[in-house]
């Protein structure tokens, strides 16, 4: 082809009428020459560029078979191959352990080891002498147990001394656990492996033996569960951990955390010299109140988090001083602090033990002049603490009252004691915390008094004032002896008033005589209670004339008090500020339908359905998606409820908790809202159901154009009476009875009388004046289980505003007979749910 190109532009030029003649087939030639060529030139230039590349490959050998160049790659090498082998161990190691690990916090005593001050510093060769040498011991028990080959390993995190000699171990316990598996390594079951091998070598009676040759005292060993976090944060090296150490008694060493940056996670473990206490005072604490979701303090009495060592848990914040005392001299400080203006600030310091010995003489005369005081007064209580008080009368014919301000002492039962134990001569009593004053007395001129810590973590301090009293006589004359140990005079009993603050003066009362025409002043029970109950109306009138204040009162906001008991949003202005008809846009439903007395076919127990609207305050809690207890709304941003629907800790935290508002049939809530803050009362017995109240906090408040389907339920006046005209209702979507298996969707009413104080404890005995009963003999009409924390409303004579009067909160079964439903009663908390959501 070459050639013929050639050939042809001879011929051009040549000739050009031969060119000019040239044929179709020539014209083809000549464009297949031209390609031709074009190819050529591409394969000239591949060989070219085949030289050069040749060229280069053989410089850029050279210059990589240069000693830098080949250190660089080999350490690119390196570093590929290292990041695959990482990842490798992740993917099949690392993350398995992390999914499947299980981490536990143990503590034990060694008691014939000396503890040195060497043992506070993890990186000494004194620490990793003896925490190598315990490592490898805890290491083989487990390696030789029925778990072997779940276990992971051991790791000591600190020695340190408990106050009674030797060495207190911390130490965290790692398994890796399938699934399948994750029963046989449970919290107990771990522990148990341990005291098995010291129980074994176990000799003369002493709590002390051997494990592979080292001594552990059995009653030390604790071991608890805990979560990923907490090892990961508390582990050796970790940033999230600061030691601060007390070494000088009294000393106040100065403990400040702030989140004004960022969010802090962190522990703070706080040591003091052997021998001694730890108390930690808390002067402020910025938080936002959430039950410790989102922020909060929990203070152990360890150096690791062990739920078994938790002496105090801070949910809300604190304005005034706040001081606790450790068991030991050790101390564990856990902060949870969200982005925003929080803030700790205090400081803690080394305390001698107390030594809590007094002897006592009491006075002639009787006064309460003098006190005792609860061990470290006025810290908390700690779990550990004891103290002994031996009093000594004039005479013989005097013994010893003890006047407590928000602390009462009962009989020891079959339960035991959860704050306080008390031992009073031989007989042993438990102490309990009431919002009132009690008297204890002691029949014995020279009694001796044995108090101990008996709560599971701190608990509120106690002090009592102390007398002398005529044991033949314990009250003056014409006074009334209460329950509670208060003197009272007789006058006052079956006054309606609660002068003994357990209604003990109240109970066993025949209804007083109406003296409508007489002279003398008609009882205080029917004057100005709403009803009319003289012919003449004598009992009703000048109810808004100012009188001496007292529990059947109703006070104004300016102090005042009036004689009308049920002044508040009655429609009448009765105090001279108007306070009494302040914040009444509650109580007041609108149904969409009008509202009937059929019986429907669901029930509460012996209920009928409630219609769109009739119960605008109602609520449905529901726990992890489903209903679990009822409650009211108070507010835009609270609703009340019952305490033991939150008692237990899985009960307590405000994340599982949804309230569905505005609802008739389960479903078909107007508001769904999310719970941010749970209040439990401070007081709550869960034994007795005393004190059975709580409020909720939500995240959001509910839409104002949600109203009339979602409204405020008015709550009483601490004076409110309630009369036969008083119209009271229970709803709520509980079982229709004890045996029912199956929930009402729709939202269930049943029309309940109150019964009298004294009717209801001749049905259950030990009721409070808390709590009020309500129901009918046949007990065909009552609340049952699911509508705990719900309303029980009354409404006002003459078609008035509705007010919660009580909170479902227990019973003997549902529907008995004789056997009515009892409710916390809400006038009684009328402050305290004031001072919380105001």
């Avoid at 305490?643 to 008739?664: N, Q, T, V, Y």
């Avoid at 439990?680 to 909720?696: G, K, M, P, Q, W």
Wanted: glycine share 8%.
């Amino acid at each position: 082809m070459g050639t013929e190109r050639v050939e042809n532009d001879q011929t051009r030029g040549e000739d050009a009428s031969q060119l000019d003649a040239a044929s179709i087939a020539d014209v083809s030639v000549e464009v297949s020459t031209v390609d031709h060529k074009l190819r050529r030139k591409r394969r000239c230039g591949r060989r070219k560029r085949h030289r050069v590349k040749a060229e280069t490959l053989k410089a850029a050998w050279a210059r990589l078979l240069n000693v830098p160049y080949l250190a660089l790659i080999i350490a690119s090498v390196v570093f590929v191959v290292v990041v695959i082998v990482w990842s490798l161990l992740w993917v099949f190691i690392f993350r398995r352990e992390s999914n499947n690990a299980l981490y536990f916090a143990g503590m034990f005593r060694v008691p014939n080891v000396e503890f040195i001050p060497e043992f506070r510093q993890a990186e000494s060769h004194e620490f990793v002498s003896m925490a190598t040498e315990i490592q490898d011991v805890v290491s083989s028990v487990y390696k030789m147990s029925s778990v072997s080959k779940l276990y992971k390993y051991a790791v000591i995190s600190d020695l340190s001394t408990n106050n009674k000699g030797g060495v207190l171990v911390h130490l965290w316990i790692v398994f890796v656990v399938p699934r399948l598996k994750s029963p046989s390594v449970c919290e107990e079951c771990v522990g148990a492996i341990l005291r098995d091998s010291v129980h074994i070598s176990l000799q003369n009676r002493s709590s002390v033996g051997y494990v592979l040759g080292l001594p552990v005292d059995i009653d030390s060993i604790l071991v608890n569960a805990v979560h990923r976090s907490d090892f990961t944060s508390t582990a050796t090296g970790s940033q999230c951990v600061d030691k601060l150490y007390a070494n000088l008694p009294g000393v106040k060493v100065p403990l400040n955390v702030f989140s004004s940056w960022g969010g802090v996670s962190c522990y703070v473990k706080l040591t003091a010299y052997p021998g001694s206490f730890i108390r930690l005072t808390i002067t402020s604490f910025r938080i936002e109140p959430s039950n410790c979701v989102s922020d909060g303090l929990t203070v152990y009495g360890a150096l690791l988090p062990m739920r078994g060592r938790i002496l105090h848990r801070l949910c809300e914040p604190v304005s005034t001083p706040l001081s606790l005392v450790s068991t030991s001299n050790v101390m564990l400080l856990s902060f949870r602090l969200t982005n925003g203006n929080k803030s700790f600030r205090g400081h803690f310091q080394a305390i001698a033990e107390e030594m809590c010995v007094s002897h006592i003489e009491t006075q002639l005369h009787p006064g309460f002049t003098d006190q005792i005081y609860s061990p470290f007064y006025p810290s908390l209580l700690p779990p550990q603490c004891s103290c002994n008080w031996r009093f000594k009368t004039p005479n013989r014919g005097l013994g010893v009252a003890l006047k407590f301000q928000n602390y009462v002492l009962k009989p020891k039962d079959m339960k035991g004691c959860e704050h306080g134990w008390w031992k009073v001569n031989a007989m042993i009593f438990c102490g309990s915390y009431v919002d009132h004053h009690t008297v204890f007395r002691i029949a014995d001129h020279r009694p001796e008094v044995e108090f101990r810590c008996s709560s599971r973590t701190s608990a509120q301090p106690f002090q009592a004032s102390y007398s002398s009293y005529n044991i033949s006589q314990p009250c003056p004359e014409e006074h009334f002896l209460c329950s509670t140990g208060l003197c009272v005079e007789k006058t006052r009993r079956c006054d309606g008033l609660d002068d003994c603050l357990d209604e003990s003066d109240e109970v066993f009362c025949s209804r007083p005589t109406m003296n409508c025409g007489g002279n003398s002043p008609l009882h205080s029970y029917f004057v100005c209670n709403g009803e009319v109950d003289c012919l003449n109306g004598k009992d009703e009138d000048n109810c808004s004339q100012e009188t001496s204040c007292s529990a059947i009162r109703y006070q104004c906001s300016s102090g005042a008090c009036i004689l009308k008991k049920n002044a508040k949003c009655d429609g009448v202005h009765d105090c001279w500020d108007h306070s009494d008809e302040e914040d009444c846009a509650c109580g007041d439903p609108s149904p969409v339908k009008k509202v009937t007395s059929s019986i429907g076919s669901g029930r509460v127990v012996g209920g009928v359905n409630s219609v769109e609207g009739e119960w605008p305050w109602q609520v449905s809690l529901h726990f992890s998606g489903n209903l679990h207890c009822g409650a009211s709304v108070l507010s835009s941003h609270w609703l009340i409820s019952a305490a033991h629907c939150f008692s237990k800790e899985r009960l307590s935290d405000p994340r599982h908790w949804s309230a569905h508002i505005g609802m008739l049939t389960q479903g078909s809530a107007k508001y769904v809202a999310e719970i941010q803050r749970i209040v439990v009362h401070e007081y709550y017995n869960a034994y007795t159901f005393d004190y059975d109240i709580a409020l909720l906090q939500l995240k959001k408040p509910w839409p104002p154009s949600l109203s009339p389907l979602v409204q405020p339920v008015c709550l009483p006046a601490p004076s409110q009476s309630l009369t036969h005209n008083h119209h009271c209702w229970v709803t709520g979507w509980g079982y229709r009875s004890e045996e029912d298996k199956v929930l009402p969707t729709v939202l269930q009413k049943a029309k309940v009388p109150i019964l009298r104080q004294s009717e209801c404890k001749k049905r259950y005995g030990p009721v409070s004046s808390r709590m009020l009963c309500a129901g009918v003999p046949s007990g065909e009409k009552d609340a049952c289980r699911g509508d705990s924390g719900g309303p029980l409303s009354c409404q006002a004579p003459g078609g008035g505003r509705w007010f919660l009067i009580g909170i479902v909160s227990w019973g003997a079964g549902c529907g008995r007979p004789n056997l009515p439903g009892v409710y916390t009663r809400v006038n009684k908390f009328t402050s305290w749910i004031h001072s919380h959501i105001t």
